[in-house]
């Protein structure tokens, strides 16, 4: 099943997007039938899961012998995958057909030399003598995202706007094998978090898991405690209950165990380094890196996220438009600084996803459904509570009908800057639940938690973040109306003419390094008031019956 899953993600990325509306639809058939075959969010986790602990991780020397090493393993079982990648050195991820083949290999590793903490896991390092020839470089895989200069000349080359956010998906989401390092990263920590609680199991969610995770991404991953925690369940039959300390609260309990992992991470943990407690966060979190997969990692015990997440990689397949235009939008932000990847009074990444998401249901007709819809849709094995909050939704695709909406990504794209570019943020809330306009509370920027209802997911966005972010929108709008900037000029070396497409919505330092000779000119007026005046003559033009003409 993940292979299928495999195969419908590569069909999903390989097809370009349409230039015909025939096209768009026979894919998005396609990709759902495919879609719903394939197995559920959460078995699919658990099997990547399983791989993971059937996997171990060795750093190895600049040059060895591939062959000779594959041997040395095969001594303790079929060596069913591996791959190397650099970072820093070489390193190796192999995976076994058995778990018994770790505690084979486990037995014959030794333990440096000193004085070493003794703590052994499935973290080692291949000691290769010179003596043991021929020495050779190993192919590595690269799970460095690509550079921005290197971005735009790729989009550059390409013929429609849709054809570049399908690319820049395609060179930037993450690889089979940047998804099994993560998982494996997760399971290493597991083996340390398993020494106090041995139910217990990490697991990754974020961008990991929801199918939106970018080369170079952090590592977000929860603690779930896996039934340890079972709540007070009154039973009326004689029984047994274990004797434990108590917390004083469920937040209290939360800072406990984190602190005890991040010391243990800190002390014991092989790989991990940086170790940072953020006890007093609304969700407690440890951050720290993982040195030999070059990850920076955030552990939590929040479970809402894993049920967002779940939700997100949902959304991303039920239309194949979703995904590209999610990443696109994504790297935008980014680059132009309305997201950030340190905390603050910006926009995040989720908030951002979140508002792309309820702009997708507000098409006419809507490509996606409501969170209250796929509600709706839940069977009796979907139900789930956490917290005293519903967090049930459907989980089989089956169950959803399909949009008959036929809108290009281009289109979408523009759609949106505009959308968001006259949102009404003052009086009104975005809510991916509901299909009517919902008032929003006192705030800035309101858009509302799927699960948590009470809680905003962009408290922290202040007035200017969100009026940078108005403004940017209005510029994109702006520029792709009255510039001639959405399709490549003609020419044999098209991508060195000017930017054009999705580039020309990007800042100018990303794409001045590649344009020698910039024939199209930024806007350098009152951003805001050219939007105004571009509205009042859309307007004047649509009441007359004409079509506005671009400058
Ligand atoms: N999350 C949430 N509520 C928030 C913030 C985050 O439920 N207020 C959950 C979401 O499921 C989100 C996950 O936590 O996907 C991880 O958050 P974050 O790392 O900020 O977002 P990512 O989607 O992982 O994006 P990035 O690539 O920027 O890490
Ligand atoms: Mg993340």
Redesign the pocket.
Known sequence: SLERFGRVQALQTQRKFASTLTAIKDETETANTEAKQCSTFQSMQEERRERAERSVLISCPPKFNESKFLKLLSTHGTVKKYFFYHNSTTNAVVEFSSRNSIASLMESTRLPSGSSIPFKSRLMSLKWPDTQSPLRKVKLQDLTPPTPLDTIKKLSKKNSIDEQLQCLMDIYQLTEESISLRYLVCSLLGDLAGVYFPQSVIRP???TV?G???LG??L?MILDLNGTYEGSQKRSSPHLEYQVKMALSERAMVQTILSVIARCLEKFGPGFGGVESIPHARCPIVRFSHETSGLSCDLTLNT??MK??EL?FLYGQLDPRVRPLLFAVRFWAQNHGITKVVPGAWI???SL?LMVLFFLQRRTPAILPTLNQLKDLAGPLDKCVIMNNDCTFVSDLSKISMNNNTETLETLLLEFFEFYATFDFKNLSIDIREEKPQFKPEANLFIR?PFEEDLN?SKNVNEKQLSNFVTLCQKCAWISQTQNVLKPLSGSVKEFNSPWGFVALLPEHMYTPVFATLKRKKPSVNITDLFKTLKLTKKTDANEGESVVAD
Do not use: I
Request: net charge negative; hydrophobic share 30%; aromatic share 14%.
């Open positions: 969610f974020g961008s929801n939106l995770g970018r991404c952090d977000d809402f996220g967002s997440s997100l995040t990444n989720f996803t938690n997911v």
